[in-house]
């Protein structure tokens, strides 16, 4: 069971916005700051949204993240067949000392 | 630009050892901090360790501590992982990633702000 909890699927029609969520503590997302990840179907996963809402140059700003209290959220805009993909966020838990990750969700783009 | 090439997986026998590698090239290694990911088969991603850019500080999943030492050459531009003691449990893909840089600090507390570029992994499978 993942510190970090997210909803195990997702999905949405093109062009529809989606959104995951991401529920923590106060040890981690609420100290902390989230990440969050895609995973196309055999890659590695690869850095979206750093620092709850930033993007790293060459991420399409269809993909926004916030964070409130213990909960952040991914929202994905103008829903396009190749974002269909495992999401998951990430955070350092102070507790643990350590990284955490959610469990993962898995967008289907119906 | 950024690469991260991981070796070293295989099948190994419960209890035996294994030391995975993660070449780097694009970036100054010795800047960065860096991490080892796992995912088991069909599984989520899980945090197995991290290190600093110079190698003073470690910090290790409950999972591995004691079993796993992280350690780096920055002369080689090299990641390592040293995994003793294996277990079935153990087995899944291993990702090297690099670290974002920088820091996030809060109520004196500080950590790193976590995975950047990631390789495409290694399959390490536990199995007699």
């Known amino acids: 069971q993942s510190v970090l909890t997210q909803p195990p699927s997702a999905s949405g029609t093109p062009g529809q916005r989606v959104a995951i969520s991401c529920s923590g503590s106060s040890s981690n997302i609420g100290w902390s700051i989230v990440n969050w990840y895609q995973q196309l179907p055999g890659t590695a996963p690869k850095l979206l949204i750093y620092a709850n809402g930033h993007r790293p140059s060459g991420v399409p700003d269809r993909f926004s993240g916030s964070k409130s209290g213990t909960s952040a959220t991914l929202a994905i805009s103008g829903l396009q067949s190749e974002d269909e993909a495992d999401y998951y966020c990430?955070?350092?838990?102070?507790?643990?000392?350590?990284?955490?990750f959610g469990g993962g969700t898995k967008l289907t783009v119906l | 630009q950024v690469q991260l090439v991981e070796s070293g997986g295989g099948v190994v026998q419960p209890g035996r050892s294994l030391r995975l590698s993660c070449a780097a090239s694009g970036f100054i290694l010795s800047r960065n901090g860096m991490h080892w990911v796992r995912q088991a088969p069909g599984k989520g991603l899980e945090w197995v360790a991290t290190?600093?850019?110079?190698?003073?500080?470690?910090d290790y999943a409950d999972s591995v501590k004691g079993r796993f030492t992280i350690s780096r050459d920055n002369s080689k531009n090299t990641l390592y992982v040293e995994m003793n003691s294996l277990r079935a449990e153990d087995t899944a893909v291993y990702y090297c990633?690099?670290?974002?840089?920088?820091?996030?600090?809060?109520?004196?507390?500080?950590?790193?702000?976590?995975?950047?570029?990631w390789g495409q992994g290694t399959t390490v499978t536990v199995s007699s």
């Open positions: 990633a690099k670290d974002l840089g920088g820091q996030h600090c809060s109520g004196g507390r500080c950590h790193s702000y976590g995975m950047d570029v």
């Open positions: 290190i600093s850019y110079d190698g003073s500080n470690k």
């Open positions: 990430a955070t350092w838990d102070d507790s643990l000392n350590g990284w955490v």
